[in-house]
T-cell receptor
Framework: EDQVTQSPEALRLQEGESSSLNCSYTVSGLRGLFWYRQDPGKGPEFLFTLYSAGEEKEKERLKATLTKKESFLHITAPKPEDSATYLCAVEGGGADGLTFGKGTHLIIQP | GAGVSQSPRYKVAKRGQDVALRCDPISGHVSLFWYQQALGQGPEFLTYFQNEAQLDKSGLPSDRFFAERPEGSVSTLKIQRTQQEDSAVYLC?????????????FGEGSRLTVL
């Protein structure tokens, strides 16, 4: 059974204070690892797809990296508008749907 | 509209009532998914359609849950004889792709509260 564990559950940062969110996973035949952003009362919004260890993707202040056991979402010099819940998900070889973690609730204080 | 549309946004049901939740995916999207998200949790997979064919319903929690997509576009998730544990946000997502299912466009969800 595919499993995704995200840490920390919640993170409060000052504006401009860089940090990283962790996503540890176990999956049978990784087809892709995905990062989504979810704002309160909204559906998840797609950010990145990573397919193989060593791969990196960047978008504005966010950079996602992947190893064989975990992924990191690095946030550089965050702004208050980056406050959201960040969800990690994996797609395994035997599944038609994604397996999501519980998310990291990120708060950026001005 | 350009995005995935879900209705109703909010639904309050008495225990034992039947409910129907509608999803209007992005036009031309082949794949459609339903997920259930409990408070403070990540979304959990319920079922997957490729056009009108329901290819995977392994995540449906019980036989009280039923989903259909008869013409390969709009989908309905029906829950019969609702129970309190059914209270959650039901998310619909669609994708242009078949096979690579991760780059999904989600709707805003239907929040179901069962009293």
């Amino acid at each position: 059974e595919d499993q995704v564990t995200q840490s920390p559950e919640a993170l409060r940062l000052q504006e401009g204070e860089s940090s990283s969110l962790n996503c540890s996973y176990t999956v049978s035949g990784l087809r892709g690892l995905f990062w989504y952003r979810q704002d309160p009362g909204k559906g998840p919004e797609f950010l990145f797809t990573l397919y193989s260890a060593g791969e990196e993707k960047e978008k504005e202040r966010l950079k996602a990296t992947l190893t064989k056991k975990e992924s990191f979402l690095h946030i550089t010099a965050p702004k208050p508008e980056d406050s959201a819940t960040y969800l990690c998900a994996v797609e395994g070889g035997g599944a038609d749907g994604l397996t999501f973690g519980k998310g990291t609730h990120l708060i950026i204080q001005p | 509209g350009a995005g995935v549309s879900q209705s109703p946004r909010y639904k309050v049901a008495k225990r034992g009532q039947d409910v129907a939740l509608r999803c209007d995916p992005i036009s031309g999207h082949v794949s459609l998914f339903w997920y259930q998200q409990a408070l403070g949790q990540g979304p959990e997979f319920l079922t997957y359609f490729q056009n009108e064919a329901q290819l995977d319903k392994s995540g449906l929690p019980s036989d009280r849950f039923f989903a259909e997509r008869p013409e390969g576009s709009v989908s309905t998730l029906k829950i019969q004889r609702t129970q309190q544990e059914d209270s959650a946000v039901y998310l619909c997502a669609s994708s242009f792709y078949v096979g690579i299912t991760g780059e999904l466009f989600f709707g805003e969800g239907s929040r179901l509260t069962v009293l």
